[in-house]
């Protein structure tokens, strides 16, 4: 059921800051652009700021510092924590610890964003109101020795105004005096910023109501193509939530994920190192898993409902649901016993889930 808010428990610091951004980002900003244009220089910068930080938030906040999914060198910190906080999404020390409560305990009560209190709760209601008192921050211990983290989590206020609002308006200045400047700030400041925090908010709700959980039903986190275009790789949300240390979430190769991309090129280089990475058996074991899953669900609802269906498609079914289970628990040995797994194998495998999940689709779906 979802949760009714008391209005009593406004963060208004919060809310009045996220009311400005959306007033300036939706009135503000298309004014300019109906009476001034927009340039080349002005636009390049929005289209910086909008990689600088997106990316941040992604590859630096959470694939870096939440998930501890890669090594980085201090230029990589430097840049993500300085472009982290110019998408006003608070300081990296704070967002982690939130982050890291809301994989320990997602769906439940103590997960800051949690989606059985409603789409609007989880997108963004639990920014404007505080509900309880603020939990301590006990699971960024990691992250306090760091020095770099714990300068911005001093200055992330600072950082955000001068770098991610003033710094834009000067060079619009500089570029073309006060209606330049004017520009700077509402495109490549306000806008911009309404547009990285309202992508990173849909992960915490989209992603969690709508789309394809091929990898774990075990929660509501979802894969979204859409949401994963929108926040450079994100919104494979299904399988970050059971592989949460890989430094990929669009795993497999035709997957646009450009974090990941970024990050391998970064290694390439030197500037990251340790890319944790989760066998490509496990999340094989997984696929399965959850197609075995979903076919008992499905069948058991078809004998439950006395649905007629045609024995052949019932019996091919079943068949292979028994090869499954026979490919699940060879992989597994297989795992176990660190063997060496052919080509021929995995792909047999990969076949029987594809079959499976076709024949799944002709049945009849189970009801909403």
Known sequence: MPLR?????????????????????LIGAPLYL??????????????????????????????????????AKWPVKLFTLVFGACAFENSALNWVSDHRRHHKHTDQED???????????????????KLNPLPPMDNVADLRKDRLVMWQYRWDKVIAVMVGLVLPAALGYWW????????????????RVFLVQQCTFFINSLCHTIGRQPYSSKCSARDS??????????????????FQHDYRNGVKPWNFDPTKWAIWLLSKIGLVSHCRRVSPYQILLAEIGEARR?????????????????????????????????????LERAIADRAETSRHLVDRWRREVRELLESLSKLEPLPA
């Open 5 to 25: 808010i008391p209005f009593s428990r406004v963060d208004w610091l919060n809310t009045i800051v996220l009311f400005i951004i959306a007033l300036l980002a």
């Open 34 to 71: 109906w009476n001034c244009g927009i340039d080349w220089f002005i636009g390049g910068m929005f289209a910086f700021y909008v990689f600088a930080t997106g990316l941040s938030i992604t590859l630096g906040y959470h694939r870096l510092f939440a998930h501890l999914s890669f090594r």
């Open 111 to 129: 997960d800051p964003y949690d989606i059985t209190r409603g789409f609007f709760w989880a997108h963004i209601g639990w920014i404007l109101f």
């Open 176 to 191: 073309n005096g006060w209606e330049g400047a004017l520009g700077g700030f509402l495109l490549a400041g306000v806008l």
């Open 225 to 242: 193509v859409l949401m994963a275009f929108l926040t450079f790789g994100e919104g494979y949300h299904n399988f970050h939530h059971e």
């Open 294 to 330: 979903k076919a008992d669900e499905q069948l058991a609802y078809l004998d439950a409902s006395s649905v007629t269906v045609c024995e052949r498609a019932r019996g091919a079914v079943h068949e292979l649901q028994d090869r499954l289970a026979t490919a699940y628990h060879e």
